[in-house]
C-alpha cells in the first residue's frame, strides 16, 4: 500500500509532533480532535517549530513553506475518510477509544 494521507487523532503533545514529522517527511497530515483549544495550541506549535527550524537551520523558509500546507488541523472527523493510515494519540481510557474506533470505522 502507498500511503500518502495520514490522519492523526488527538492533538495533545504527541499527536501533533506525530503530525508535524509527517509532514516534514512528506505526508500530508490531518489532525483531528474534538478540541478547539488542543488544536489551537497544535497549530500555534506548529508555526513554532518552523520558526526553531529555520532559526536553527534545519530547514530553508521555502522548504517550510513547502510543508506547512501538509498540515491541517480539524475537528470533524470525516476529514479522515481519505487517509491511508490513522494513527490513535488519545487518551489512555478504553471507553474513548473504543468510541473513537467507531466514529472512524463510520466513515
Request: no cysteine; glycine share 8%.
Amino acid at each position: 500500500m502507498n500511503i500518502q494521507r495520514i490522519g492523526v487523532v488527538g492533538a495533545g503533545t504527541m499527536g501533533h509532533g506525530i503530525a508535524y514529522r509527517a509532514a516534514v517527511v512528506g505526508y500530508d497530515a490531518r489532525l483531528h480532535d474534538t478540541s478547539k483549544t488542543a488544536l489551537d495550541r497544535a497549530a500555534a506549535n506548529f508555526r513554532g517549530y518552523f520558526r526553531q527550524a529555520i532559526e536553527k537551520g534545519i530547514m530553508t523558509s521555502m522548504q517550510a513553506a513547502e510543508v506547512y500546507p501538509r498540515l491541517l488541523v480539524t475537528r470533524d472527523v470525516h476529514e479522515l475518510s481519505d487517509v491511508d493510515l490513522v494513527i490513535e494519540a488519545i487518551v489512555e481510557d478504553l471507553a474513548a477509544k473504543r468510541t473513537l474506533l467507531q466514529s472512524l470505522e463510520g466513515i
